[in-house]
């Protein structure tokens, strides 16, 4: 990726208008991310939302089961106490009517009032009373159990009804617990739904951002490419010693003493500034030897370049260099990109020329 221009000082409209595009579709394709992770977040929050409800549904599924296991249960036990009641009914009243005939057949039939008095042998009465009391208090007896066992029947069913009534309440409420989550899981799955349909969406925009980001880099590159063409130096605008501008823009600072403007001294300036903007091409000023490409404190990034004669010429802040020591250049080859590294206050090209060691004024061997 290019960070500026690397033409002349001035970006192009072209580059500007593509430059311009990039960058807003880098920051909507940044805004889409941002609002992406809400809304992942969110949907984060639903799923454990719908896995908590899911568990809420299984433990009323489960008592829902208990319920209708208490059910069957107290159907069974109040079956099985209705048959034993039926079956206890039936043999009482079969003895009951047992009874009953033996004591009509034998002495109810001959024993009136008074029985006792009429017989003619008191042994006989007596016994025939005791016979017919006895078998009353039995039948008394029976009947009063009977009555006693129907009761405990009778209450044992209606405990069996009202655990019946009951389970079917506790099923009826829980079953209405499962109606009021299945409701509300199916309201957070729509909310889910519609939050991964937003993701999805969000997610295909940051996708359509970024490709016209990285069309406009295309672009941005092409049209560079273009202007460097346009503006590749023009070798026959050379000075009498065959030199060429170093970089194309306008003169500052020029060869003398004067106030640092980082420092505020005066100090002796060893060469001239060219000002530029970051990425713009800086060419060999004439065919050389790089002698010194890398870092050295003041001048930051800084490539040195022998010609014959000998003459040294010098190229300091610059924002990347693109040869190394031992490298020969032509004229008009491109050694490094403008910027403003070490003691610099801005983008500029610091351009100096030695001979015999000695700093002279660049503007000497420069075409005018």
């Known amino acids: 990726m290019v960070a500026a221009p690397a033409l002349g000082i001035e970006e192009t409209d072209s580059i500007r208008d ?8 880098k920051g909507r394709a940044a805004d889409a991310a941002e609002a992406l992770q809400f809304v992942a977040a969110a949907d984060d929050e639903v ?168 069309l406009m880099a295309i672009l941005i590159d092409n049209l560079i490419a273009e202007e460097l063409r346009k503006s590749a130096p023009d070798l026959s605008k050379e000075s009498g010693q065959g030199f060429i501008m170093p970089m ?41 030897k790089v002698i010194f490409a890398g870092w050295k404190n003041g001048y930051g990034n800084v490539v040195l370049l022998e010609h014959e004669g000998p003459v040294i010429t010098l190229y300091a802040h610059q924002e990347k260099i693109h040869v190394s020591a031992g490298y020969r250049i032509g004229k008009g080859e491109v050694l490094g990109t403008c910027g403003s590294t070490g003691w610099s206050t801005g983008p500029h090209l610091h351009f100096e020329v030695r001979t015999g060691g000695q700093p002279k004024d660049p503007m000497i061997i420069l075409p005018g």
């Open 18 to 25: 593509a430059r311009d595009k990039r960058e807003s579709a």
């Open 47 to 214: 799923s454990d939302a719908l896995l908590a409800l899911d568990d809420a549904v299984a433990l009323q599924e489960a008592k829902i089961l208990a319920a209708r296991q208490a059910i069957e249960a107290a159907e069974a036990e109040a079956t099985l106490r209705w048959v034993q009641a039926k079956d206890i009914s039936v043999e009482v009243d079969d003895l009951r009517q047992r009874i009953q005939e033996l004591a009509i057949d034998v002495y109810i039939g001959r024993i009136r009032p008074g029985s006792l008095l009429e017989s003619t042998d008191l042994t006989a009465g007596v016994r025939r009373a005791a016979i017919l009391n006895a078998i009353t208090g039995d039948r008394g007896d029976m009947v009063d159990r009977l009555r006693a066992l129907e009761s405990d029947l009778e209450d044992v069913a209606l405990s069996a009804d009202e655990a019946i009534a009951d389970a079917q309440a506790n099923q009826r409420e829980l079953e209405s617990s499962i109606r009021v989550l299945d409701r509300r899981i199916s309201a957070k799955e729509n909310i889910k739904g519609e939050l991964q349909d937003r993701i999805a969406a969000y997610e295909a925009e940051i996708r359509t951002f970024e490709r016209q980001e990285y």
């Open 248 to 288: 194309e823009g306008k003169i500052g600072s020029r060869f003398g003493p004067r106030i640092h403007p980082i420092f505020g001294t005066m100090r002796q300036h060893n060469g001239v500034d060219i000002g530029c903007v970051r990425g713009q091409p800086i060419w060999a000023a004439k065919a050389g």
